[in-house]
């Protein structure tokens, strides 16, 4: 007899690292979709199929999928900055990046400022923010630093980082929040006119 639980026998055949995968994707989802207060274990495991056990047995609870749903949005961006064997990327591929329109969509900034808002009211998620900020920052830093010495330029380059962390964000903010009012190439434009004149001509293609 059918008890209507149908996905459970679909994920008790699925490999560990694939639920564990399927539940992180669910969660982002749900962020997506409404927002830190719909992050609910019941909202969880209705998108993926899970049952509230496996949130349990993959994660230790929400608290813990949440950490491991903020790791899985950050990794494509520590990536494509710092990817594994190979060379520390130069300022202007690093901006390249961070600017590509592949990097901007309602759903992914939905995702980021349900994350960002329960750092900021005290959530969970601090000491994950601060291990993935600091490689964030690190690369950042490295580049910059790089960049500048090249140029004859004496910075702070880690005071410079963060500075140029907080500009793209912001302007990563803009082009989702209305993206008729700015492009891709307008906020490069933008930060390379506040940066150009610190750390000398930068240039590189978008």
Known sequence: MSDGAAPGPRFRRLGREVRAAMLVEAGMQVLAEGGIRAFTIDNICKVSG??????????????????????????????AISPPDAAPPRLPELLDHLFSPVNYSRETLNVWLAIWSEIATGGTLRDEHRTLYARYRAVVSEAVAE????????????????????????????????????????????????????????????
């Open 50 to 79: 899970a049952s509230r056990g496996l949130v349990t047995h993959h994660f230790g609870g929400k608290d813990g999928l949440l950490a491991k749903v903020y790791e899985a949005v950050y990794r494509p961006l520590l990536d």
């Open 147 to 206: 960049h500048a010495a090249a140029n004859g330029r004496k910075v702070n380059a880690d005071a410079m980082a963060i500075t140029l962390i907080a500009l793209v964000d912001g302007l990563w903010l803009e082009l989702c929040l209305d993206p008729s009012g700015l492009t891709p190439e307008g906020a490069k434009t933008a930060c390379l006119e506040l940066l150009e004149p610190v750390l000398g001509p930068i240039g590189g293609q978008t």
